[in-house]
């Protein structure tokens, strides 16, 4: 396994842990211990997936993460304080993919990690060359890359893949429980929140008006769907 992780976090034995762990499933791993450095070795290691800490001197993880969307689609695996529920909000709004609270098992983390990679394989993978066009949306599968109103729209990873999965099954209605395991690849842990914030981000960059959807659709009880106009 040759894939490379940046591991983000300004404590000393926490950071050797992970990185241990990280190296005994044969990933590469280097390891950063405050925001600037991170960024720097953003730019110099270019890694698969980046695991950041929220909190981190010099630029906390909010930052990095936010200044890392700016040009990166790599995945971003937070990590926040169990009792900081807004901290996880927050890093899924500036486009965090997955977090994950301390205190954390290991395994649980790699499980975690490989979830991330593993989604990025498959769909790198997949060679359909496909185009769905609903309204003045165009999603191209092949390019990774959605149009509104022929303007090219700036979506994450993730949210690139939950818009085609619910694309490429229109009408199908999807529980919270189902996306986080088909879209984000691992078994439901306990926040379906995850879920919730990325639609709504999606909705605000695909839909004209996201407080009155009409690609991404919500069945009250149950989940959410993509409808094809």
Do not use: H
């Not at 983000?8 to 992970?18: C, H, T």
């Not at 800490?53 to 993880?61: A, E, H, R, Y």
């Not at 395991?181 to 709504?200: A, F, N, P, S």
Request: with cysteine.
């Amino acid at each position: 396994m040759d894939k490379k992780i940046l591991v983000v976090d300004d404590e000393k034995p926490i950071s050797d842990i992970i990185k241990f762990n990280l190296d005994q499933e044969g990933f590469k791993v280097d390891v950063a211990f405050d925001g600037e450095e991170a960024l720097k070795k953003v730019y110099q290691f270019q890694p698969d997936l980046i695991i950041l800490d929220v909190m981190l001197p010099k630029l906390d993880g909010f930052q990095v993460c936010r200044k890392v969307r700016e040009n990166f689609n790599t995945p971003i695996l937070m990590v926040t304080a169990k009792e900081e529920e807004v901290d996880k909000v927050l890093g899924l709004e500036l486009g965090a993919d997955d977090y994950i609270t301390k205190p954390f098992g290991m395994r649980e983390l790699i499980a975690r990690v490989k979830a991330n990679l593993r989604r990025i394989d498959i769909d790198k993978t997949q060679n359909t060359s496909s185009i769905i066009k609903s309204g003045n949306l165009t999603i191209d599968l092949d390019k990774y890359e959605v149009r509104r109103d022929n303007v090219v729209l700036e979506l994450t990873l993730r949210e690139f893949e939950l818009l085609k999965f619910l694309a490429t099954q229109e009408n199908q209605v999807f529980t919270r429980e189902q996306l986080l395991k088909d879209v984000w690849g691992y078994e439901y842990y306990g926040d379906i929140r995850t879920v919730d914030v990325t639609v709504r981000r999606l909705r605000e960059k695909i839909e004209e008006d996201s407080s009155n959807p009409k690609y991404i659709l919500t069945k009250r009880g149950v989940g959410y769907y993509f409808r094809r106009i």
